[in-house]
């Protein structure tokens, strides 16, 4: 019998014609469906600026070299997300320090960002925060600005998870993305994420001294002649971090529809949520007053212990299960280099004991979901 995915792509007829019209056209990459997509996302996101990039990855690595962060800096990020939110700050010589979440949003907590920053020491070098809006919920960025500029730090939106989230500011719903109190947001385009270009991302920003530089940065730091066009100069070294023109037809079709495919994204949240509540043992996410989850993942916590004989139990059934994440700082690399251990981040490491991310995915239907749910609350009975 064959397994029903944790998470999945969603493509359809229109994007798959969309793809093959500029498979037949002249430009396959470096065309005008690059900026195209960039408009797109600006349109949908209200950012002045954007850059289609190679993945997310490659986005939160020149977020932190656009804001000239380098060697001997700081930036700090929560233990509870995918390596690349750290991984960044090596990327350009900076050292990646953690704070732990909160125990209701799962974000970095900002009582213990407040703490940590206070202690002179701490914040010694600090120069940007990675802040993760982990699953698609909304982390409170207002409320971190307010503590990072006394301390001249800037705000990097990891919204990986988030493409979609909206937040209420000042009477008015606005989208994730926006970098209303942010220096720039990156968007991760990975198939299981709200769209996808099979792989791929974007840094958005109100700040055109960053956007110009992630331009060049994304072409190996050229910059070419005006009056002769074959003429180009390299003043910083970049990297190839292009995306091509058909993933970008990809993405703007699917752009398309991402407020259609959301709300179905949450629907599926509602039924589990209405299914699961009364549930004994389980724990169902938490969503702040005033903002709208575009539900990247649908994570249930329990108690220690019985979260790997229910992945097992739902695995034995054939419904594949995920753990988002391990923490960061009990990876071998990041014990090595930074002296972190268990015990550090209670917090962090008690809720990746209890986790379990449940299949969500705009093509799970009604029926395959349902038999989720059943065998759920089986293992609780």
């Known amino acids: ?29 470096q065309g005008p469906k690059i900026g195209e997509f960039e408009a797109a996302l600006c349109e949908y996101t209200s950012a002045k600026y954007s850059v289609a990039l190679s993945s997310g990855t490659a986005a939160l690595h020149l977020s932190l070299l656009t804001l000239g ?3 001997g800096d700081k ?13 960044c700050a090596l990327y350009v010589g900076a050292r990646p320090l953690f704070v732990d979440i909160d125990d209701k949003t799962y974000h970095l907590d900002i009582e213990k960002l407040k703490s940590f920053l206070k202690v002179p020491s701490n914040r ?9 809006h982990f699953m698609g919920t909304v982390a409170d960025i207002a409320e971190m600005k307010k503590i990072c500029d006394r301390y001249g730090i800037s705000i990097v939106e990891d919204a990986a998870h988030a493409l979609g989230a909206a937040y209420k500011f000042k009477d008015k719903w606005i989208k994730v993305g926006r970098c209303e109190d942010s220096k720039a947001t990156i968007f991760s385009f990975h198939p299981i994420k709200q769209i996808t270009t099979g792989e791929g991302g974007a840094l958005l920003t109100n700040d055109k001294k960053i956007y110009k530089s992630a331009l060049r ?24 971090y292009r995306i091509t023109d058909f993933q970008c037809a990809l993405g703007i079709s699917q752009l398309k529809k ?12 509602g039924y589990y949520n209405e299914s699961l509540r009364k549930v004994e043992g389980i724990r169902l996410p938490y969503e702040r007053e005033g903002t709208n989850a575009s539900y990247h993942l649908y994570v249930i916590r329990m108690q220690r ?56 995915y705009v093509g799970l239907s009604r029926r395959d979901q349902s038999k989720v749910i059943k065998r759920v609350r089986e293992f609780f009975q």
């Open 305 to 360: 212990g019985r979260r790997d004989k229910l992945y097992s139990y739902l695995k034995e059934n054939n419904i594949s299960t995920q753990v988002n994440y391990i923490p960061l700082h009990l990876l071998s690399y990041y014990r090595n280099l930074l002296g972190y251990r268990r015990g550090d981040f209670l917090v962090s490491e008690r809720y990746s004991a209890e986790c379990l991310s449940l299949p969500l």
């Open 75 to 87: 930036i700090i990020t929560s233990p509870i997300t995918f390596s690349a939110s750290a991984n």
């Open 258 to 269: 991402i407020d259609k495919m959301i709300n179905i994204r949450r629907r599926i949240v």
């Open 69 to 71: 962060i380098g060697k």
């Open 217 to 240: 940065l994304r072409h190996h730091g050229i910059v070419r002649s005006s009056k002769k066009p074959w003429s180009y100069d390299i003043p910083q070294v970049g990297f190839n």
């Open 124 to 132: 010694k070098g600090v120069k940007a925060i990675v802040s993760v």
């Open 1 to 29: 019998m064959k397994s029903l995915l944790y998470s999945c792509q969603y493509i359809d007829g229109n994007d798959i014609d969309e793809v093959v019209k500029v498979l037949k056209s002249d430009w396959i990459t």
